[in-house]
Nanobody
Framework: VQLQASGGGLVKAGDSLRLSCAASGLTNHPLAWYRQAPEKEREFVAAINWNSFSTDYGDSVKGRFTVSRDDAKNTMYLQMNSLRPDDTAVYYC??????????????????WGQGTQVTVSS
């Protein structure tokens, strides 16, 4: 699966932003979002299984972020609301094996896209 994240930018605290991940061949693959802030480990953000029946979120984004996918458009989305300065990071999308059950472990995901920068000012 080839992936490319987009939609990042500079926003203010409290604003919303929607990221997109264009993914060729994503049908039947679970997908996920991760992020990495400067000098920090890469962090799990959200995952969605291959048929959209289940989603999972990192504790720091629960209730604020929503992951979705539109396989007809070969795209996954991350709707980010109530953004905070500590959401500032490079956001990456990733794909796991077909029909796999997604989780938060990076080892599960075998394809990664280039990231998109999100910066939230206070």
């Amino acid at each position: 699966v080839q992936l490319q994240a987009s939609g990042g930018g500079l926003v203010k605290a409290g604003d919303s932003l929607r990221l997109s991940c264009a993914a060729s061949g994503l049908t039947n693959h679970p997908l996920a979002w991760y992020r990495q802030a400067p000098e920090k480990e890469r962090e799990f953000v959200a995952a969605i299984n291959w048929n959209s029946f289940s989603t999972d979120y990192g504790d720091s984004v629960k209730g604020r972020f929503t992951v979705s996918r539109d396989d007809a458009k070969n795209t996954m989305y991350l709707q980010m609301n109530s953004l905070r300065p500590d959401d500032t990071a490079v956001y990456y999308c990733a794909a796991g094996p077909k029909y796999g059950v997604p989780g938060s472990s990076e080892d599960f995901y075998h394809d990664w896209g280039q990231g998109t920068q999100v910066t939230v000012s206070s």
